[in-house]
């Protein structure tokens, strides 16, 4: 029988507010069969996924959301059924962080320049052993008492073009594609209408890239089923889920709400064979 499956969550190991269990909990609550868990540059809940998941009659397949960049938009590749343990995939996961580290001093530098008087340390705290990012700063500005809404911290200093934005470590989409498929991956668009530019899809379609994840909170009815268009048409495959953050700070309870048949799962474990 089918199930409903949402292939894009996230944990205290990056931006999400809920350990793996919880998250685990909540899927399982929220009707979901099948879920990936697809920290920003983290692997490190899903050892923990699994175990807890086996009890829950839950499957969770392994998977990893990269930042890389095209020109000057931020474009999210999800790797889906990756070998976590593999060590070059590691050794890059641990590139990424350090350097999402130094651009985390880098945005507090400039707030400080701002009078807002944050700390590193305060930021930090917050990330715990997780991937640091800008979620963590805004998190941080409105706990400390010198922002009034998490939004504000965003709209005001941290969205892309505002005074203390800073890009990440770049890789382009080819290098995270191919970093995906060496681990035994296969790769996917995330959320393509957070960019909009039918030429950078294009340019991934020519890069390799498997699929597109076609079912997001930030897709209307339209977009979905252009993007299925564009999957029908170069035989890619479809994925899609909530980009569920634990329902903190803007985050809508969208978990359970956006999901894909666990049918797209079957398609992709038949794509890897
Ligand atoms: P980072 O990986 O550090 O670049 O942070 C990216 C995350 O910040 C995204 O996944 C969103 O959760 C959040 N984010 C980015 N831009 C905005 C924005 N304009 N408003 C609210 N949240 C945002
Ligand atoms: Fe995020
Ligand atoms: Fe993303
Ligand atoms: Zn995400």
């Keep these: 029988m089918d199930g409903k499956a949402d292939l894009h ?3 205290t190991f990056s931006d999400g507010a809920l350990s793996p269990s919880e998250l685990i909990e909540r899927a399982r609550q929220a009707g979901l069969t099948t879920i990936s868990i697809t920290d920003h540059d983290h692997t490190g809940a899903l050892d923990e996924a699994a175990a807890f998941a086996a009890s829950r009659g839950i499957v969770v397949i392994p998977g990893v959301e ?11 590749i999800l790797g889906y059924f990756i070998n976590h343990r593999d060590k070059r995939l590691q050794e890059y996961l641990e590139l990424f962080r350090s350097e999402r580290r130094k651009r985390a001093e880098r945005i507090v530098g400039k707030l400080n320049g701002m009078h807002l008087p944050l700390t590193i340390a305060a930021v930090l705290r917050r990330a715990g052993t997780g991937s640091v990012g800008r979620p963590h700063i805004a998190t941080a500005l409105v706990e400390e008492g010198l922002i009034g809404t998490y939004q504000e911290a965003f709209s005001k200093y941290l969205g892309f073009g505002k005074p203390a934005y800073e890009k990440k470590y770049l890789i382009s989409p080819r290098e995270a594609i191919a970093l995906v498929a060496a681990s035994g991956g296969l790769s ?16 991934l379609i020519d890069a390799g890239i498997d699929g597109i994840e076609v079912v997001h909170p930030s897709h209307s009815p339209e977009l979905v089923a252009h993007y299925s268009g564009i999957v029908s048409e170069y035989f890619l ?3 899609g889920g909530s980009d569920f953050h634990g329902g903190k700070r803007n985050d809508r309870e969208v978990i359970g709400k956006y999901f894909i048949s666990t049918e797209y ?7 890897l064979r």
């Design 66 to 76: 990269l930042s890389t960049i095209v020109g000057e938009a931020d474009v999210h």
């Design 188 to 203: 996917f668009l995330a959320h393509p209408s957070t960019f909009v530019n039918e030429k950078v899809v294009q340019e």
């Design 265 to 271: 799962v079957d398609m992709m474990r038949r794509r």
């Design 237 to 239: 495959l479809a994925s």
């Design 9 to 11: 969550l996230h944990t």
